[in-house]
């Protein structure tokens, strides 16, 4: 095997001048040294085809690929990527999304209009606009016109970055015509549509193997080192190709959680009730559009939250900017437009002298409840009961009555969706009795596939859930399934397994009717055996009926596919509606109580409550386990992490010793009370459980905290300088960037 290094850009926007890379190829070790000459000329995207393999003349942000090597060390690698002469002439950064939208704005791609879909029809785009989703029902201004109080509010999110474990990595191997690509991935099929993409090949010259993550959270959704190792692979005549970043590459150049700008504006009358509302986000898309143009319509869904509210318009912008791509970060967009949401509740019901919750209960939207979109919530009452659970836990008054000098307490809902998407699984029964579930879909620290899919398969078919063996995925072997994204694995790949289980059981039957000479419909599989229903000694176990299966009908298996359609939806509510609605909506409350200390402005978070909708609990240790990590990362976005960007399109945040991820002594233990409403779509009726938690703790924390001090709060992250200087009295929410440290 041979190791490979990639040559970046040193700089965010600017104009290649000098690349050689004689040097560098003449080196010790090395056996070959790629640039965009050495690549396809093609364009690749998994929404637009929008990005090159390479930096050609241009790059446009720091960390792009220019250059890369393969040696025998890694040391040799990167020793001859850095020999590479390279001149670069600066450009003028594109970086506030503001400026990026003015007509005299540099454009970060100039040739925009040249640029295809990867599939289906295009979309509302132009100049820096990446994408743009509109809505604009009548009735808006003539509401506002009418209102009692018009409160309005602005909104900055900075970026998050995913800090998972292992960085990211690939193998690539190019025999007989064929890549083979090795890597740790949330989405095999993807992997395998993007290689062949940059390498114009057909995407069944690609394979996949996936390997066991060492964390993704979103950001492993999309091709990354995979195309490169396998080009180099090729070059060197087939010899493996290892790829790997070190971490603070994988900071720079990884497709982290967008920055945004999101003003919010309501029109209320004299009891509270929302005539109208106006949102407007401005997200960062960075240089090149990933999945991101999909994720712009997120703001429709999101813009009243889950509280009536009269005609809403939404304008949602994805800005190209001279950063790297942003991308899929567990909660997607929710993060930072329920922050908004929620925060804008707390504002208008202070400015009327309302009970914050009382007021959010007041406008809580109930069964039938229409959307933005035309969507019809025939559930939504639920969220009444995820009040309630959480007033069960940590009653309002109590919190209200016991509070003491710069404590505070806040509290928030929503509704979210589960992933649709299709997914398959091969159920496979061994002549010893045990199951093998052969899926592409992989375990992305969820125990969505160890514990989820490995409970229903056991519970289907009356075994322990040890002998039930998930095998890793491959694309040449697995059925497509659609990735480990917006907690859709339980239930898709669940309710494929289940299927698939489900016509095992009836070969089973069918194949035990002859060896106990009893109808196929009198048997059922339980406890390990086929037998005879209400007569339990009258049994045999699945174990001998595989064998015999075997030697006379052939091996037992069976297979499953399951896809979520989308809910119906009004199709003309807006222009680039790329995700037209929510489907398996589920429901969602959350407490916080905080407490500021006002020498150093320092936020910690005493207690935390969740109720959630869940469908059906499958696996309770998981079910907690990503409700407690997804409420872990949110307490990170809402007072730790960010990646602050320079005028120069650089992070300032370089290393994780400067992000600032939470330290355990940072998280409470959270009290979670699940609620539970099956689904009859769903694997026992599961719904969606592991992406939703993260919503909602950067609203209800910076809630609480704007309580504790009596000041609004309006950035995230929330940072002890801003704390201090609102309790002080002197600049508000408003920052310096350079006070601030790293």
């Known amino acids: 095997m041979l190791w490979g290094a990639l040559l970046r850009s040193p700089v965010s926007a600017g104009r290649i001048t000098r690349l050689d890379t004689t040097a560098a190829a003449a080196m010790p070790g090395v056996h070959a040294v790629l640039t965009a000459a050495d690549a396809p000329d093609v364009h690749a995207g998994w929404v637009l085809r929008d990005q090159r393999l390479f930096a050609t003349d241009a790059v446009r942000y720091e960390g792009q690929p220019i250059a890369a090597v393969a040696a025998d060390t890694l040391a040799q690698a990167r020793a001859a990527a850095a020999a590479i002469v390279l001149e670069i002439e600066p450009l003028p950064a594109v970086v506030d999304l503001v400026r990026a939208m003015a007509p005299d704005s540099p454009l970060v791609h100039p040739g925009w209009e040249s640029y295809v879909p990867a599939a289906g029809p295009d979309f509302p785009r132009r100049g820096n606009i990446a994408a743009e989703c509109i809505a604009d029902p009548p009735g808006v201004d003539e509401a506002f016109a009418r209102a009692h109080r018009v409160i309005s509010d602005e909104f900055v999110a900075q970026r998050q970055y995913q800090a998972y474990i292992e960085p990211k990595s690939a193998v690539g191997i190019f025999r007989d015509g064929r890549y083979t690509v090795h890597t740790a991935h949330q989405f095999p099929y993807n992997v395998r549509d993007r290689v062949s993409q940059f390498l114009d090949v057909r995407p069944s010259a690609v394979r996949v193997v996936g390997h066991t993550i060492g964390g993704g959270f979103g950001a492993k959704l999309d091709a990354s080192l995979e195309p490169y190792a396998a080009l180099l692979s090729k070059v060197v005549g087939g010899s493996a190709v290892k790829l790997v970043n070190t971490r603070t590459e994988d900071l720079l150049t990884c497709p982290c959680r967008e920055n945004a700008l999101t003003r919010l504006r309501s029109a209320v009358d004299a009891d509270g009730n929302i005539l109208a509302r106006e949102l407007e986000v401005i997200a960062d898309n960075g240089a090149y559009s990933g999945e991101m143009p999909w994720l712009a319509s997120i703001a429709l869904h999101c813009a009243r939250g889950v509280y009536r509210c009269g005609p809403t318009r939404v304008v949602s912008r994805l800005m190209y900017t001279n950063t790297a791509p942003t991308g899929a970060f567990r909660g997607v967009n929710g993060t930072y437009l329920y922050h908004a949401v929620e925060r804008h509740m707390d504002h208008i019901a202070t400015e009327l002298g309302l009970d914050r919750r009382d007021y959010r209960l007041q406008q809580l939207i109930t069964d039938g409840a229409e959307m933005p979109n035309g969507q019809v919530l025939a559930d939504a009452g639920i969220l009444r009961e995820g009040f309630d659970a959480v007033e069960s836990v940590a009653p309002w008054a109590e919190l209200q009555a016991g509070r003491r000098p710069y404590r505070g307490i806040g509290i928030g809902a929503a509704w979210w969706v589960t992933n649709p998407m299709p997914g398959t699984a091969v159920v496979k029964l061994h002549e010893d009795g045990t199951v093998a579930v052969i899926t592409a879909a992989t375990d992305n620290g969820s125990g969505a ?281 002197s600049a508000g929410d408003v920052r310096s960037d350079e006070e601030v440290a790293p």
């Open 449 to 729: 596939v160890s514990m989820g899919v490995t409970q229903i398969v056991a519970e289907r078919l009356g075994i322990p859930p040890t002998d039930v063996f998930v095998t890793m995925p491959d694309t040449d072997v697995a059925g497509f399934d659609a990735g480990s994204q917006g907690s859709r694995t339980t239930r898709i790949v669940g309710k494929a397994s289940q299927l698939a289980a489900d016509e095992v059981v009836e070969k089973l039957r069918g194949v035990a009717a002859g060896l106990l000479e009893a109808a196929a419909d009198d048997l059922e599989v339980a406890d390990g055996t086929v037998r005879v229903k209400g007569v339990p000694g009258n049994s045999i176990p699945i174990a001998e009926v595989a064998v015999a299966a075997t030697n006379t009908v052939g091996p037992v298996q069976g297979t499953g596919s399951f896809v979520t359609p989308f809910p119906d939806f009004n199709p003309g509510c807006a222009t680039g509606l790329m995700f037209p609605s929510f489907p398996t909506p589920t429901y969602h409350v959350h407490l916080a109580e905080v407490e500021i200390d006002p020498v150093t402005g320092n936020v910690r978070v005493l207690r935390y409550v969740v109720a959630q909708e869940v469908g059906r609990v499958i696996s309770p240790d998981g079910t907690y386990g990503q409700v407690m990590g997804g409420v872990t990362q949110g307490i990170g976005y809402a007072l730790h992490e960010s990646l602050r960007i320079g005028e120069d399109g650089r992070y300032r945040e370089r290393t994780l010793e400067s992000y600032r991820l939470p330290l355990a002594t940072d998280i409470p233990r959270v009290e979670f009370v699940p609620l539970e409403h099956p689904d009859p779509d769903g694997p026992f009726g599961a719904k969606g459980v592991a992406e939703s938690p993260v919503l909602l703790p950067a609203a209800v924390i910076a809630n609480a905290v704007s309580d504790a001090i009596g000041a609004p709060l309006n950035h995230i992250p929330i940072i002890p300088e801003d704390v201090l200087a609102a309790i002080q009295g």
